[in-house]
C-alpha cells in the first residue's frame, strides 16, 4: 500500500523562500506597510498574517503562541484606554528542541465599532509580532535596520513585481468617508476580526481609503 503524503508530511519540510528570507534579512517589499504613529511620525510594519505565515513554513508548522497575562489600563470600572497582553511564542525542530521569546502587545482601545475581545486580539497579535521579530522574522523591519534596499530590487524580487507593488502603495493621505465605515460595521453587526480578515489589516489606521474599504467589505461579506 503506498505511503500517504499526509498534511503532516507536506508540513514538516521548511520552505524554501520563507528560509531565505529569514537568513538573508530581506522581507518582500510588497509586505512591508508603513503607517502614521505618535507625534505625526510614520513606522514601518508588516501585517500579523505574514509573520505568522513564515513562522509556519520556516518550522514546518511545528510553533505555537500563548498569552501569559492581560492588562488594561487604566482599568475597571474607568473606560479602558490601552490593553496589553505578554505573549510567549515557542519554535520547535524537527528533534523536538524548543527555543522560546516573550513580549508585550499592546493596543490602544478604539472607541467606535470595535468589539472589546477584537482589541484584545489586536494585542495578541501585537506580542506575537514582537516575539516572531526576536527569531528573526521581518527583523530587519522591526529591529532598527535601516532599509537601504527599499526601492531596490531584492534577487527574490521581479521589477514587474516593484512596479505592481509602488501601485498599490497605502496612500499616505486618508481619504472617504470614516463614519460611513463605522456606521456599517455597527448596523451590520460586523466583528474586528472580520473586517480584518478581508481587508487585510491589524488596525484601522491601516485603513487609508474608507470608501474603497466599504465596498470590499460589501462585496465580501
Sequence with gaps: MPKEDTALTIFGRPDKEAIESLLTGRTPVNEIKDRVVGGGKRAKYVNTYYMT??????????WAAECLEEKIHPGPPAPAQEIAAKMRVTLWDRDGNKVSFESWGCVQVQKQGVLFYDQMKAAYSDGIKKCLSYFGIANDVYGGKDLEFLGQEPPSVSSEE????????????????????????????????????????????????????????????
Aim: hydrophobic share 40%.
Design 53 to 62: 505565515r513564515q513562522a509556519s513554513l520556516i518550522t514546518g508548522f511545528r
Design 162 to 221: 516593484l512596479i505592481e507593488v509602488e501601485e498599490v502603495k497605502p496612500e499616505t493621505k486618508v481619504t472617504g468617508n470614516k463614519a460611513t465605515f463605522m456606521r456599517y460595521m455597527q448596523n451590520n453587526n460586523i466583528p474586528w476580526i472580520k473586517v480584518q480578515e478581508i481587508l487585510c489589516i491589524d488596525v484601522i489606521e491601516d485603513i487609508k481609503n474608507f470608501d474603497k474599504a466599504l465596498k470590499i467589505l460589501k462585496e465580501n461579506l
